[in-house]
């Protein structure tokens, strides 16, 4: 092959690198947002509530939020900006003023701002595996008692729960619930039965002493106040 073809090939092949080279590159994709519901009244993670702009689908509301759901109340937009101030962070979580400045809002705590909630919900979810390696185990225990501690109803446990406050300590708690004989089923049910009592007893909104006596009377309460 004569110098002069192998000149117009390397000629030809610098002018297809040129041309590639000057091409305009493809549009970056931006990362996906992350992904929101609202504005208007929307249930999310067990609260509805009435938003006046998006907010993340991750978004946790506080147990009062919860409360107020369960009870057939609607809840607030969870943010209290006032005119000017962004109501979301850059995440889509609501935004609360403080005299120390705009905090984030996510289950009923108040964070730095949105990477402190990423920390926060990476422990969570550590601390959720661990539970779940314990729940494995404690399934395996079994209580027998009068009662099946999963067919008690939410305001009885309520009550129940009431009573295991009228005493300083935890001893009354772990007599009532696990001692006595009362209550059947595994250490999960009974643990269920203690956290729907609680929460029972907090929509009274009643003192334990106040709750025990407006307990209506049924055999579980004879059975609780007698054990």
Known sequence: ?????????????????????????APRVAAPAH????PGTVTINGATIALLEPISARWKPSLTDQLLTR?????ADPSDAGPGQPRRSPAGFPLVYTPWGAKVLHNGQTFADD???????????????ANATRDAADAAQVYEGR????????????YIYAYT????GTALAERIYRKAGLFSGTRTEINSLVSRGELAWIATQL?????VAAWPASEVKTAVLTA
């Not at 992904?35 to 609202?38: A, C, D, K, Q, S």
């Not at 990477?115 to 595996?129: K, L, Y």
């Not at 009662?147 to 446990?157: L, M, N, P, Q």
């Not at 406050?165 to 300083?168: C, D, E, L, V, Y």
């Open 1 to 25: 092959m004569s110098d002069d073809v192998l000149a117009r090939i390397e000629a030809k092949v610098d002018a297809l690198l040129r041309m590639v080279s000057d091409a305009p590159s």
């Open 35 to 38: 992904e929101l519901v609202g």
């Open 71 to 75: 009870y057939g109340r609607q809840g």
């Open 115 to 129: 990477a402190a909630v990423e920390a926060w919900e990476e422990a969570v979810a550590r601390q959720d595996a």
């Open 147 to 158: 009662f099946k501690a999963r067919s008690i109803s939410d305001v009885e446990a309520g």
């Open 165 to 168: 406050h009228t005493q300083a």
């Open 207 to 211: 003192n334990a002493h106040e709750a």
